[in-house]
C-alpha cells in the first residue's frame, strides 16, 4: 500500500525527545570504546603446530584503507543522495521549505545511525570473538620465528609418538620480539575486514536502493479489485466449459490488472545500488589470496556483516518493498526513552495520523491514485501503522 509520510516540525522536538536520540548515539559510543579496548587485550593463544601447511603461508586492502571505504565514504554519500533525492517527486515543490529541510536531516540523521549501528555491532562482536577463540592466522608461523633447537621444551600436546610431526606447541617457541605483531597472528575468525567491509558497504547499498526505488515489484495490497469480481462472479457458476471460460477471461484480466501495477527498476540504478556490495566483496577476498585468513574466518566475517546491515537498515528504515524510500518517523515525546507493555512501539500512532493528514495538505503530497482500493483519484490514502 502506497503511504504518505508527515514532516518532521522542529517545533515539535521536545528536548525529552532530542535527548533520546543523543543517548542513541552515546550507547553507540561506549560500545565503540568497549570494542577498541577488546581490541588492544591480548588475545587467547592457541597451540599450534610447526607442520601445519594452514598457518606456514608468507596486503591488498590496508587497514586505513577499510576504514575510509566502510565507513567515510558511506557518511559522504548517504547526505549526499538525501540532499538530491528527497523527499522526492511525490512531494509538492509549493510546501514549507523549513518542512523539507527538516525531513532531509532527519533522514541524514537516521542514514548515519543506522550505519553506526551496523558498525559499531560488527566491530564489538568481531574483536570480541577474536580475542575469545585465539585462532592461528595462515601467516603466524612466519610471524613467530620458532625456537626449533629447543622445540621439545614447548610441547603441550598431540598424539604423535614417534615423530615430532603432529605436536602442538604453546607460544613461549616463538622467538618473535614484536608482541602485538606476534599477538595479532592469533586474531585470525572471524575476519575484521570482512565484517567491517560487508557492515558498512552493504549498508549503503540497502540505503542506495531505499533511495533509488531499487526493489522487487510488488502488488500493493486492494481490498477490491480483479480478484475479488472474479472470486465473486466464479462463485454462481457452474462448472461447465463456459464457467471455465469465464474463470479463465477473469483470471487473465486479473493477471493484466496486476502486472500494470508494477514495474522493476532501470538496470543501471540497480547496477550502482551493488557497487558497494561488490566492493565489500572484493575486501574480502583479498584477505584470502593476501593470506590473512582462513577461507572460513572470511565467510564467517561476511556474513555477520550482512546480518548487522539489514537488521541495521530494518531498524531505522521502512521496508524496501513498502517505505517508498523513507525512514521511520521520530518516536514520540511522551515515549522517548521507555514504552513499556501494553504500548505497540515508541510512536504516539493518534498523533501521528492528525500529524499526517495536516501536513500532507501542507506539502502537497500526492496521494494514492489507485482506484481498486475503492479511494478516489487524489484522496489521501488512510494510514494504519505498521501496516
Not at 234 to 239: D, L, N, P, R, V
Not at 281 to 287: G, K, N, Q
Amino acid at each position: 500500500m502506497n503511504r504518505t509520510a508527515r514532516a518532521i516540525d522542529f517545533a515539535r522536538l521536545s528536548l525529552p525527545l532530542v535527548l533520546s536520540y543523543a543517548f542513541d548515539w552515546i550507547v553507540l559510543a561506549i560500545v565503540a570504546a568497549l570494542a577498541g579496548v577488546i581490541a588492544t587485550r591480548r588475545p587467547h593463544h592457541r597451540p599450534f603446530a610447526l607442520d601445519d601447511q594452514q598457518i606456514s603461508q608468507q596486503q591488498a586492502v590496508p587497514l586505513y584503507l577499510l576504514l575510509i571505504l566502510c565507513i567515510v565514504v558511506p557518511i559522504v554519500i548517504i547526505p549526499v543522495v538525501v540532499l538530491v533525492l528527497v523527499p522526492g517527486r511525490a512531494v509538492s515543490s509549493h510546501g514549507p521549505r523549513s518542512h523539507t529541510w527538516a525531513w532531509k536531516l532527519w533522514e541524514t540523521h537516521v542514514g548515519w545511525l543506522g550505519l553506526a549501528l551496523s558498525l559499531v555491532t560488527v566491530w564489538f562482536f568481531t574483536e570480541a570473538m577474536k580475542n575469545l577463540l585465539g585462532k592461528p592466522r595462515p601467516d603466524l608461523l612466519d610471524r613467530c620465528d620458532p625456537d626449533l633447537d629447543a622445540a621439545s621444551d614447548y610441547i603441550v600436546g598431540g598424539l604423535s609418538v614417534q615423530s615430532d610431526t603432529g605436536r602442538l606447541y604453546s607460544v613461549e617457541i616463538c622467538q618473535q620480539s614484536n608482541t602485538d605483531r606476534l599477538a595479532d597472528g592469533f586474531r585470525s575468525f572471524p575476519s575484521g575486514h570482512s565484517s567491517a567491509s560487508a557492515a558498512g558497504l552493504i549498508y549503503l547499498s540497502l540505503f542506495l536502493a531505499s533511495k533509488f526505488g531499487v526493489m522487487f515489484p510488488y502488488t500493493p495490497y486492494s481490498k477490491a479489485g480483479p480478484t475479488e469480481t472474479r472470486s465473486c462472479s466464479s462463485s454462481s457458476m457452474a462448472t461447465s466449459a463456459d464457467g471455465r471460460k469465464v474463470q479463465e477471461h477473469h483470471a487473465n484480466a486479473s493477471a493484466r490488472a496486476r502486472r500494470g501495477q508494477a514495474a522493476a527498476a532501470p538496470l543501471y540504478l540497480l547496477a550502482i545500488a551493488l557497487v558497494p556490495s561488490g566492493l565489500a566483496v572484493y575486501i574480502s577476498a583479498s584477505r584470502w589470496f593476501d593470506f590473512r585468513h582462513h577461507g572460513f574466518d572470511i565467510l564467517f566475517g561476511f556474513l555477520m556483516g550482512v546480518l548487522t546491515a539489514f537488521f541495521s537498515f530494518w531498524y531505522y528504515h521502512m521496508p524496501l518493498h513498502d517505505g517508498t524510500g523513507w525512514a521511520w518517523g521520530p518516536r514520540s515525546t511522551r515515549r522517548a526513552f521507555w514504552s513499556g507493555p501494553g504500548q505497540m512501539g515508541y510512536a504516539d500512532k493518534s498523533l501521528g495520523l492528525a500529524r499526517m493528514d495536516r501536513r500532507d495538505v501542507e506539502m502537497g503530497n500526492v496521494a494514492d491514485t489507485t482506484t481498486s482500493g475503492g479511494r478516489a483519484p487524489g484522496a489521501i490514502p488512510s494510514y494504519r501503522p505498521g501496516s
